[in-house]
């Protein structure tokens, strides 16, 4: 069980990062995915629910969406303090636990 | 303003027990709209769910932990515990309390800073 992300993602500053998230009709197509952003150091934070929902206070550059077992995140005009590690999660209805990808490192050049 | 602490000890021997606590502040451990859950992370590696505990007593396990896993709150400390027992070295880790929000419907929206704890004889 287990979420799939790809280990690392590398965009030029102020382009746009798409990072992938693949589950199955259990999980990610069950019920949808969160995005969570981590810097080095620090504890992990809400970027998006349930595929396209942002908490209070993210930025519109953050956008989430899903496509059958597939969901991503798309950031916009990418910034210095966008690299990070990104992980997605989803509610995994067999196991009745969430479940996260391995994460993406996403590096801004 | 919502803080979640954990707290317990850094260092634990191999066949052990550990505990840990998360003390809540601008929530409430026995709110109908939260529950609050475990996640780990080896240094360097990703995410792992723990487990969830909500007031009424319901709890979620990750199967390949439950065996080894017990979690509690105690409301009039407003806080929330973590038992692992039969520790190995592969149960070194960073690991975060965090709460689950109907607001945000019920994904992990808060996470505390994080408690590392490290298995060595």
């Known amino acids: 069980a287990g979420l799939t992300q790809p280990p690392s993602v590398s965009k030029d500053l102020r382009q746009t990062a798409t990072l992938t998230c693949t589950g199955t009709?259990?999980?990610?197509?069950?019920?949808?995915a969160a995005w969570l952003q981590q810097h080095q150091g620090h504890p992990p934070k809400l970027l998006s629910y349930?595929?396209?929902n942002r908490p209070s206070g993210i930025s519109e550059r953050f956008s989430a969406s899903r496509s059958g077992n597939t969901a991503s995140l798309t950031i916009t005009g990418l910034q210095p303090e966008d690299e990070a590690d990104y992980y997605c999660?989803?509610?995994?209805?067999?196991?009745?636990?969430?479940?996260f990808g391995g994460g993406t490192k996403l590096t801004v050049l | 303003q919502l803080q979640l602490q954990e707290s317990g000890p850094g260092l634990v021997k191999p066949s052990e027990t550990l505990s840990l606590t998360c003390t809540v502040s601008?929530?409430?451990?026995?709110?109908?709209?939260?529950?609050w859950g475990w996640i780990r992370q080896p240094p360097g590696k990703g995410l792992e769910y723990i487990g969830s505990?909500?007031?009424?007593?319901?709890?979620y396990y990750n199967p390949s932990l439950e065996s080894r896993v017990t979690l509690s709150i105690d409301a009039s400390k407003n806080q929330f515990s973590l038992g692992l027992t039969s520790l190995t070295a592969a149960d070194t880790a960073i690991y975060y309390c965090?709460?689950?929000?109907?607001?945000?419907?019920?994904?992990?929206?808060?996470w505390g800073q994080g408690s590392l704890v490290t298995v060595s004889s």
């Open positions: 965090a709460r689950g929000s109907e607001g945000t419907e019920y994904y992990f929206d808060f």
């Open positions: 601008g929530d409430s451990v026995t709110s109908s709209d939260s529950y």
């Open positions: 505990v909500y007031y009424s007593g319901f709890t």
């Open positions: 009709s259990s999980d990610v197509g069950y019920q949808g």
């Open positions: 349930r595929n396209h």
């Open positions: 999660s989803a509610w995994d209805s067999s196991l009745s636990a969430w479940v």
